[in-house]
């Protein structure tokens, strides 16, 4: 036995407490949790030993672990902890934990907290943005403008769209980069040689892309048509169907905006992957969600905070105002509908871009698939130095 | 119908070691009848489906054989058996305090001439599945329910038996001890007390899906167990597997199957450790080879128990690992089983193979069930708390619990039970 002095921090039980609803105070440590986990792996089993770090709330354990960004809570945990103390739950509170762990600013930690907070965030941003709309575009089109005239698609780039790509590339850049001081350079017992970093490189983008871990909830020996047919991986599907379309309209908005506010340009594409493919996803995926939260059938449903429902919320509303943007303009609506139209949309896709990607739930796009890599990369090395 | 005698009379409901204990504490202290009430055909109850009793390892005859010693020496007609019987309907006398009690008795088929000589069930063609063995193997319909049963008798299933349609039996036996025409019998008391020692059933592990009994042929349970031991029991002593008859060395001991777990049983049954101790040191004895493991949450071997687990622990081949199992599920080619695991002394999860699996099935009691089937006046209040027990006795009403009835214990405190429920009984009719 070697002599660590554990520090424990009853600040952050307390605020563990609040960010779920977790009862992980209940949790006896029998372990059914890590053995039923059908994605915890041999070495690194958990929740178990993430229930008893909560418990004692140590701070310094928790903030370097990233076995909660593995924990996709496919629920099986909760389903059989004799305890009811909720293992899964728990490694979601930790996610939000951790997401105010990463974030400098501290505004996260107060978004967690307080849903007030969070709705005056929300507010503060999408008066901004009409206030900017104000200055740049006015507050009502000029009389016989035409839509590029009256929203001009470069303006809206240099003032919008550019500058929050830039804002949101910093900020979670700079988390990510303080992600890996905390998980990976902390941990003293691993040196990873650099070429890891371009070999392990693949994992990161595959889970982006993928989000693989979702399939390997049912780790039954079903084969995967099965379960496709019986609807195991109906979540994992909605899920990547909205992240798919999310992220291919974002980037499509960024980098071509023109095609959006015009109706003819590369149609077939547009038309197929836009109009369509991607609006669908969106909507779809946002009201399944919601279902999902409302019918509480499925452990990972089960709890909702605050976070979540604004999240969800938001990107719905997003959604359905970047549609009717998109039909007035292909359908020719009259430029000043046209116009407050597209206000009303960039009133509700900035606050959710400002405040939910890099501070709350949106987060979780970066931090799964660099956690899953920086995982891997710690495995590797691990290997590589017992051999 | 008979009106038997019953002035004062006590009834004990559960002719187990409690219900027993306390009667015979009844009697032997103070001059009153009591009347004890067993479903089965024969008094002990589980203890004598026991290989061994804790921590001593001594055979259940041991215990219950002082008990049996007790009856033949009280005063004739001081405790009264009424086994294969069932309280049909509880009400309040109508003079004073004490209740009505209606019993009914199923058929006596056998009656005291049987000197168990067996050829009644030479002849006998039907066959039923053996409960003293917890189902394991068959006896004949008509049957010698347990080797000390007391009444030592024969007895028949009138599940199985077809009575007119063969009567084989009645032919069979020289001493005249057959009826297969004997009628139900209904017997109406008035007694002062009631002590319930109604005892316990092992909780349905089948409802532990993940655990698959029931569903693997190799998964059996604690009482089992005890039944593989027993060289009265369906291998003769041998713990031989279920599924292939193999005689097992590498046997996994799961704790808690039911108990201390919110979604079943949410209390310590407070028997399954020193009962899972002892089957570990029962197959280390009979077979040198033998590994047996225990998975647990912690070990509850409260005060000079935790010598016997001493002792366990002393005998290196018997291995403890801190960590429940998750999951079971089954090499069907060997039959053997897999346990996803978690070994949280070293943090590392494993996947690790038994060839049979005993599942420590805690104590759930029966009183519930039990009261079901009574009719029992409104304004009798029995005090059941949510987990099933009688843990506050009604001293006013002279209603009292004896055993598991009243919360989960072990033999040896089932008698401390009994005399405290005899104690208040005879309090509660002292004049004062």
């Known amino acids: ?28 440590q029998c372990g059914t949790c890590s053995a039923v986990c059908p994605l915890s792996t041999e070495d690194r089993p958990f929740p178990r030993k993430e229930m008893i770090m909560a418990g004692w709330g140590m701070k310094e354990q928790l903030t370097a672990d990233l076995d909660p960004w593995l924990c996709y809570y496919c629920g099986e945990c909760s389903k059989n902890c004799p305890r009811k103390a909720e293992p899964g739950e728990l490694m979601m509170s930790l996610r939000r934990f951790l997401i105010s762990a990463y974030d400098w600013t501290g505004i996260s930690k107060l978004l967690y907290v307080s849903k007030y907070a969070e709705y005056i965030a929300i507010l503060i941003v999408a008066l901004g943005v009409l206030l900017e709309w104000a200055v740049i575009f006015g507050l009502h089109p000029a009389a016989g403008a035409t839509l590029s005239q009256a929203v001009s698609p470069d303006k809206v780039d240099y003032f919008f769209d550019w500058p929050i790509s830039a804002f949101l590339a910093i900020m979670l850049t700079s988390f990510i980069y303080n992600m890996y001081r ?8 691993v040196k990873i040689p650099l070429s890891l970093y371009v070999t392990e490189a693949w994992s990161l983008i595959f889970n982006f892309f993928t989000q693989y ?75 399944y969600f919601i279902i999902k939260r409302f019918s509480k059938k499925i452990e990972r449903s089960k709890f909702s905070h605050h976070t ?76 590589l130095s017992n051999n | 119908m008979s009106e038997l005698n019953n002035e004062n009379a006590v009834l004990i409901i559960g002719g187990g070691h409690s219900g027993v204990s306390a009667a015979l504490e009844i009697t032997e202290a103070v001059d009153k009848k ?6 089965k055909s024969y008094i002990g109850g589980r203890v004598l489906q026991m290989y061994k009793y804790f921590p001593k390892l001594c055979p259940p005859f041991c215990g219950f054989e002082i008990n049996t010693k007790r009856i033949k020496s009280s005063a004739e007609g001081n405790i009264n058996f009424l086994v294969s019987s069932s309280v049909e309907e509880i009400t309040k006398a109508k003079e004073g305090s004490g209740y009505k009690v209606k019993i009914k008795q199923k058929p006596q088929y056998i009656n005291d001439n049987c000197t168990v000589c067996g050829e009644c069930a030479k002849v006998c063609p039907e066959e039923r599945p053996n409960d003293f063995n917890y189902g394991m193997d068959n006896t004949k319909a008509i049957f010698m329910p347990a080797i000390s049963s007391f009444p030592l008798k024969y007895s028949v299933d009138d ?20 009826n297969l025409d004997a009628k139900e019998n209904i017997i109406e008391l008035t007694v002062s007390d009631i002590i319930f020692a109604t005892g316990w059933k092992p909780y349905e592990v089948e409802k532990l899906e993940n655990l698959g009994y029931g569903k693997y042929k190799n998964v059996i349970t604690n009482v089992k167990m005890e039944r593989l031991a027993a060289e009265n029991g369906p291998t003769g002593g041998k713990i031989l597997r279920p599924s292939d008859g193999k005689e097992v060395k590498n046997v996994a001991f799961i704790q808690c ?35 047996p493991v225990i998975f647990y949450i912690d070990l509850r071997t409260p005060g000079r128990y935790e010598n016997f687990l001493n002792k366990a622990q002393s005998d290196e081949k018997i291995k403890f690992n801190k960590g429940i199992v998750g999951k079971i599920s089954e090499d069907r080619e060997t039959g053997d089983l897999l346990l996803d695991v978690e070994d949280m002394l070293s943090g590392k999860k494993n996947k690790v193979r038994a060839e049979m699996v005993v599942l420590a099935a805690g104590m759930a009691s029966n009183i519930k069930d039990d009261l079901k089937e009574i009719k029992i006046d409104e304004e009798i209040k029995i005090d059941i708390d949510e987990n099933g027990f009688i843990f506050n006795d009604n001293f006013k009403e002279g209603i009292f619990s004896a055993g598991v009835a009243r919360f989960p214990l072990d033999v040896y405190m089932s008698g401390q039970s009994a ?9 509660h009719n002292a004049k004062l």
């Open chain 1, 182 to 189: 905390k998980t990976v350079l902390s941990d003293k017992s």
């Open chain 2, 159 to 178: 599940k199985y038996c077809k009575f007119s349609a063969c009567k084989k039996c009645e032919e069979a036996c020289r001493y005249s001890a057959i």
């Open chain 1, 308 to 383: 979540d429902w604004m999240f969800v919320t938001l990107l719905f509303l997003t959604a359905v105002s970047g549609v009717l943007l998109r039909a007035a303009i292909v359908y020719n609506y009259s430029v000043s509908a046209i116009f407050y139209i597209y206000l009303i949309h960039l009133m509700i896709l900035f606050p959710m871009l400002v405040i939910e990607v890099p501070f709350s739930k949106w987060s979780h796009l970066a931090y799964r698939p660099v956690a899953v890599y920086f995982a891997n990369l710690k495995e590797k090395a691990k290997n």
């Open chain 2, 419 to 427: 005399t405290s429920a005899a104690l208040s009984v005879i309090q």
């Open chain 2, 34 to 39: 009591v009347y004890i009430v067993e479903k």
């Open chain 1, 1 to 28: 036995m070697n002599n660590t002095v554990i520090k424990t921090d009853n600040e952050l039980i307390k605020y563990i407490k609040e960010v779920g609803e977790s009862n992980f105070k209940k949790c006896f």
């Open chain 2, 257 to 291: 199957a039911g108990s201390r777990n919110e979604n079943h049983l949410p209390y310590c049954s407070a028997i399954c450790c020193m009962a899972s101790l002892k089957q570990a040191m029962y197959l280390r004895e009979k077979n040198p080879e033998s590994s």
């Open chain 1, 213 to 287: 871990r979702y399939a390997k909830c049912d780790d039954s020996e079903e084969s995967a048509t099965k379960k496709l047919a019986s609807g195991k991986y109906n979540f994992w599907l909605a899920h990547l169907f909205l992240m798919i379309s999310y992220v291919s309209l974002f980037v499509a908005i960024v980098f071509f905006l023109d095609w959006f506010q015009s109706e003819n340009s590369m149609p077939i594409l547009h038309i197929v992957l836009f109009d369509y493919f991607a609006s669908i996803g969106l909507i779809f995926g946002t009201i």
